[in-house]
């Protein structure tokens, strides 16, 4: 380990130096990914006044979560946005209450769809795909997707007994289902391509996604299994021959035209950074009780060497990095970054302009809008605490800067802050474990106001231990008189959960 951590930080010609201002990064390898936009127009048809005005795209971000984009529909019923792709790729689009369907693109490609609102309707007797019409550049794509996607047997396919099949199966029982079922898909493709004209871009999009559906759903099962069953992990095993699937993946395989492959990546770089290896949460707090936060990333690459090659190594760096960057890493990714790690140039530019927004989002630290000040006591905190904000109830907000669901509060935590201002309640803001320069970044973009206070690691693991606390975020409530009314109230967005709690 310390050899190779050595190595990881010792690298000085190949690790790229962030200077304030500006990021310059080195453009090798042999993608030919190209970002063009996609532009997609459209209409409702039999909609009503209380229809929804809004339609949900969701096109896969490979290096983050689902990139979400969302269209207003217009008086004239009719919507209109356009997003930027880097290869061809398929996506999701949600009209009403979680209807979605799949649709196809390239980069540069003109859509023209209709949804018909009908099908949303509770009263409606009509099965149909709600999305009734496609025009455009991949129009006989996207006819034969939505064909094939309607046509499909449900109860042989998948999703009507996917949740029983994974929770009750034992491994190779399962890795028997799947194998069965997309048997049952190859069979159906094979009629359907028999009985229609099929383009060849739409045989690699098929082929493609029942592939690596199959490889998520195995690796997937691997740790959800053990979590429906609350099964510990030492007595859950799964034999070797179940890993056999993973022996036929192609780890240059970088045409990724299917959201499962995409998915499927996510997941392989869990299953290696996280599962691969039997007590790997013990070699990580090795490594970070040694090397701090460089050293856990240091066995992070040791892993990402060991098992994987080509462009399957390229993601797994690049999400690795990336992930520095979306938690606020920004030393560490000056440090362990390593541009010849990453061969591919539209990963390469991703990042780049991640580290260029994390550079803005950290030079704005105008903090006036709260109240931000220190606790002194290492112990009695809890006492402390209520002594500064002595006859007013309490309501705790424990959060860290890293944290994806802390951040998605704080909106509807502002809304109640408002709503509550005539109230004799005070909003604390308890952040943990967490850069100083990046905790007063992020109270500054998000607009943040309240009372803000960075706890030192030891006052969080006293009130974590008052407060019962397995994870974040957290929030309790204390009454006027010092009480602890909740240890685990509600969060900001269960606001009437909340208000019937101060009431």
């Excluded at 896969?60 to 217009?74: C, K, M, P, S, T």
């Excluded at 098992?307 to 990095?321: E, I, K, N, Q, V």
């Excluded at 309640?425 to 973009?445: D, G, H, M, Q, Y």
């Excluded at 006293?462 to 929030?475: A, K, Q």
Aim: contains cysteine; negative net charge.
């Amino acid at each position: 380990m310390k050899s190779v951590l050595k190595n990881v930080l010792a690298v000085t010609v190949s690790v790229i130096l962030i200077q304030v201002q500006a990021c310059r990064f080195v453009e090798i390898g042999t993608s030919e990914w190209e970002e063009k936009p996609v532009f997609i127009s459209g209409e409702i048809t039999n909609s009503s006044s209380e229809g929804d005005r809004t339609v949900r795209f969701i096109f896969r971000d490979l290096l983050g979560l689902n990139e979400n984009i969302i269209a207003q529909i217009d008086e004239n019923n009719s919507f209109q946005l356009s997003f930027p792709v880097a290869y061809p790729q398929d996506f999701y689009i949600q009209y009403g209450r979680g209807n979605l369907g799949t649709l196809f693109c390239s980069p540069g490609d003109s859509l023209f769809i209709k949804i018909n609102a009908e099908y949303n309707s509770r009263t409606s007797s009509d099965n149909s795909h709600f999305i009734t019409f496609i025009e455009g550049t991949s129009k006989q794509t996207n006819i034969l997707i939505t064909e094939f996607l309607k046509k499909i047997p449900k109860e042989n396919y998948i999703y009507s007994n996917y949740d029983v099949a994974i929770k009750s199966k034992p491994p190779l029982e399962y890795l028997g289902y799947i194998i069965e079922r997309e048997k049952l898909y190859r069979e159906f493709y094979d009629k359907f391509v028999s009985e229609n004209q099929t383009a060849e871009i739409f045989k690699k999009w098929v082929l493609d996604r029942l592939k690596y559906e199959s490889y998520f759903d195995l690796l997937y099962y691997t740790w959800y299994h053990p979590y429906l069953n609350e099964l510990e992990k030492t007595s859950f095993e799964i034999p070797k021959e179940y890993f056999a699937f993973l022996e036929t993946y192609d780890m240059n395989d970088s045409e990724i035209i299917s959201v499962k492959h995409a998915d499927f990546l996510q997941e392989y770089n869990n299953y290696v950074t996280l599962r691969i290896e039997k007590n790997l949460e013990e070699k990580y707090k090795t490594a970070y009780e040694e090397f701090g936060l460089a050293g856990t990333y240091a066995l992070r690459g040791e892993l990402i060497e060991k098992y994987s090659t080509g462009f399957t190594r390229s993601f797994l760096y690049a999400s690795t990095f990336s992930g520095l960057l979306a938690g606020k890493m920004l030393e560490e990714f000056n440090q362990l970054f390593d541009v010849e790690k990453v061969n591919n140039n539209y990963f390469l530019k991703t990042i780049s302009a991640e580290h260029d927004k994390l550079i803005n989002f950290l030079s704005n630290t105008n903090t006036e809008s709260a109240n931000i000040s220190t606790l002194n006591s290492q112990s009695n905190i809890l006492k402390e605490l209520m002594s500064k904000y002595s006859d007013k109830w309490i309501y705790i907000d424990f959060w860290a800067t890293w944290c994806g669901p802390c951040l998605a509060e704080f909106d509807a935590s502002k809304k109640l802050q408002q709503e509550l201002k005539d109230r004799e309640i005070v909003f604390v803001f308890l952040a943990n474990r967490s850069p100083e320069n990046v905790w007063k970044a992020t109270i500054a973009n998000k607009g943040l106001s309240g009372e803000h206070i960075l706890l030192t690691n030891d006052q969080y693991n006293v009130l974590s231990t008052e407060f019962n606390i397995s994870g974040i975020p957290h929030y309790a409530l204390i009454d006027k008189s010092g009480n602890i009314v909740s240890r685990n109230a509600p969060r900001p967005s269960d606001r009437e959960q909340l208000i019937k709690l101060l009431e």
